[in-house]
């Protein structure tokens, strides 16, 4: 089984068009979003509808919660709030409808998807995370994969815990806005073994895959659009 997940597209549709292609390329079985479809750029409703026409199950990222009640609240006080107001209602409606997660089976094997935690699309999950930690996740979902967005830094973390078996996080990076001084858009190729059980550190490979595309064309929007200015230079840098 070979499945690619995307996450934290954040607004940026040039990211997501090639992004899209070159999952296409990969032969992929099935294509899951873990959320934060907008914010930060102008083309939410173009991300949104792509989301839509691809039938990507997509869970709700702390970004898409955050534009819905600000459509509710009707409050769009600060340069930063445009990304959120641009949004169209039927798009906001779709936002409102998205999942806290996704739980799998693939091969035996149980994955739970979300955006930031298990336990809150704004708790950040980060590799260094203590081990302890990792295993009661695990242990409360009953999943044997974790598969997380929000922090916009990929990465693939095996843990064995006490049954010999193996537990898998994997972040999978941003597609719109990378943190991780690689401004190439990423996402995640997650292959699971025909027979995987768990008890093989195998049962689960990663890839990471970088996408180039537009960064220029993509932060002369910004910079001609009323979002804050310093969106256009942590794309460039992406921090």
């Given at each position: 089984m070979k499945i690619a997940i995307i996450s934290d597209i954040h607004a940026n549709f040039p990211a997501l068009e090639e992004t899209l292609k070159s999952i296409q390329e990969n032969d992929v079985d099935v294509?899951?979003?873990l959320g934060d479809l907008v914010g930060y750029n102008i083309w939410p409703n173009a991300v949104i509808s792509e989301i839509k026409k691809h039938k990507i199950p997509t869970i709700a990222g702390n970004h898409d919660v955050k534009a819905v009640e600000l459509h509710k609240k009707k409050?769009?006080?600060?340069?930063?709030?445009?990304?959120?107001?641009m949004i169209a209602k039927e798009n906001v409606d779709f936002l409102?409808?998205?999942?806290?997660?996704?739980?799998?089976?693939?091969?035996n094997m149980n994955m739970i998807l979300v955006h930031g935690s298990p336990y809150s699309n704004t708790e950040y999950l980060h590799e260094d995370r203590e081990e302890r930690d990792i295993i009661n996740m695990h242990e409360d979902t009953k999943a044997n994969i974790i598969v997380c967005g929000h922090t916009h830094i990929p990465y693939h973390r095996v843990i064995k815990n006490q049954n010999n078996s193996f537990y898998h996080v994997i972040n999978a990076g941003s597609v719109g806005k990378p943190k991780d001084r690689n401004p190439k858009s990423c996402y995640a190729l997650i292959t699971i073994d025909k027979n995987a059980n768990g008890y093989d550190k195998d049962d689960v490979k990663v890839k990471f895959?970088?996408?180039k595309y537009d960064i220029q064309?993509?932060?002369e929007a910004i910079l001609n659009s009323d979002l804050p200015e310093v969106y256009a230079s942590m794309l460039k840098r992406a921090y």
């Open positions: 294509i899951y979003c409050s769009f006080e600060t340069s930063s709030s445009i990304a959120y107001q409102e409808t998205l999942p806290a997660n996704i739980k799998l089976e693939f091969n895959i970088r996408v064309k993509v932060t």
